[in-house]
């Protein structure tokens, strides 16, 4: 697996491959130094066009964990406000030696043309209304560790599916792996065509809630639309937003999920979002797990050569064969650096 680009390109042995990579780095993270040197002298630079917290924190994160060296472009202070074109920005970056370009564009496509552009691995961190492949692993993921697997799982995802890339990765990630998928939303925040998805579609959140194994809600993209798809927010909520006594009707064990930012007291209510069973901080610390895991197979040994376990990662020798790992108590220094010139 040299590039990420979508979960169109991962079967089902794709999928449950890097969830169990996964694992092991979940390992590696809950060490007192959560630090492994399978990615020493390698180096990635995230390569960010839209505003990003989680996303961008996380492959950062997930980078320093594995040692690999980090670069950071930013946009706000680089050539790119001179008319720079994305093209030139890469080739620039390449010619720095680095190993893996983690991208996040407002256009859809523009990841799978850096991948053509350059010889580094490409991750896709986001494009456009398209997809968001990262953010499908870390959920299944995090409905993985809770139920041990997603077959025969129930998975409502509520609200604005029509420009979610989140959505359209968790449908194409939650099914391959075995769940059902219910959409829940209004005709007007659906897509155009729901082919060749096999879900089913409701605009009735109350008639779903107590035959669910996870709720998961997406908030309004308010900065993709270019008319009024709903007659108000306060309406919206109304019908589709999960307050108290809808999450009350939730069965016993049901999940709440969300990829964040949340709008309290739109599509969740904020005490909903406090809730045991409201999982949102555990997705966001299975997103660094998850991105390590990406990282690894992308630029790591390969998918047939996989340490099969968090150990063997954290313990792989050093230059010069000196022992680095974790246990050795020895942490590599990472250097991260601004592109913006």
């Known amino acids: 697996m040299k590039h990420l680009l979508s979960v169109d390109q991962l079967e089902r ?17 809950n060490r007192a130094i959560p630090k492994a040197p399978a990615l020493r002298g390698r180096t990635v630079v995230s390569l960010f066009y839209e505003d990003s917290t989680r996303t961008r924190l996380s492959f950062d994160s997930a980078a320093k ?9 930013a946009v706000s202070s680089s050539s790119v406000n ?19 370009i983690v991208v996040r564009h407002r256009s859809s496509g523009v990841p799978a043309q850096i991948a053509r552009w350059t ?18 692993l870390l959920d299944a993921y995090t409905i993985r560790s809770r139920f041990g697997s997603l077959d025969g799982r129930v998975v409502a995802i509520v609200g604005d599916i029509r420009h979610s890339r989140v959505a359209r990765s968790n449908i ?20 155009a065509t729901l082919a060749p998805w096999d879900v089913e579609v409701t605009e009735d959140l109350d008639s779903v809630l107590g035959h669910v ?11 993709r639309m270019n008319e009024a798809l709903i007659p108000s927010l306060r309406e919206y909520t109304a019908r589709f937003g999960l307050d108290a006594a809808r999450a009350d009707r939730l069965g016993d064990g049901a999940l709440i999920m969300h990829p964040g930012p949340m709008n309290r007291g739109v599509e969740i209510a904020g005490d909903v979002a406090e809730r045991p069973n409201a999982v949102v901080t555990e997705q966001v610390a299975n997103g ?21 376990t968090a150990t ?28 913006g010139a």
């Open 65 to 73: 964990r594995l040692s690999a060296d980090t670069m950071s472009f």
């Open 13 to 29: 042995g794709d999928l449950e491959e890097i969830l169990e990579v996964t694992d092991a780095m979940v390992e590696v993270s």
């Open 82 to 100: 001179k008319g720079e074109s994305i093209r030139d920005t890469v080739e620039t970056i390449e010619a720095m030696g680095m190993d893996a």
């Open 172 to 191: 194409e990630a939650f099914t391959r792996l075995g769940a059902k998928v219910v959409l829940v939303a209004p005709p007007t925040l659906l897509p």
């Open 288 to 308: 660094v797990a998850v991105r390590m895991a990406v990282l690894f197979l992308v630029l790591g040994p390969g998918r047939h050569a996989l340490p099969p």
């Open 119 to 136: 010889d580094a691995s490409v991750v896709n961190a986001g494009d456009g209304w398209h997809q968001h492949p990262t953010q499908a």
């Open 213 to 223: 194994d996870v709720c998961y809600l997406l908030r309004m993209q308010r900065e």
């Open 312 to 339: 063997a990662i954290a313990s792989e020798p050093g230059p010069q064969g000196h022992d680095a790992s974790v246990a050795g108590g020895r942490e590599t220094d990472t250097h991260e650096s601004e592109v």
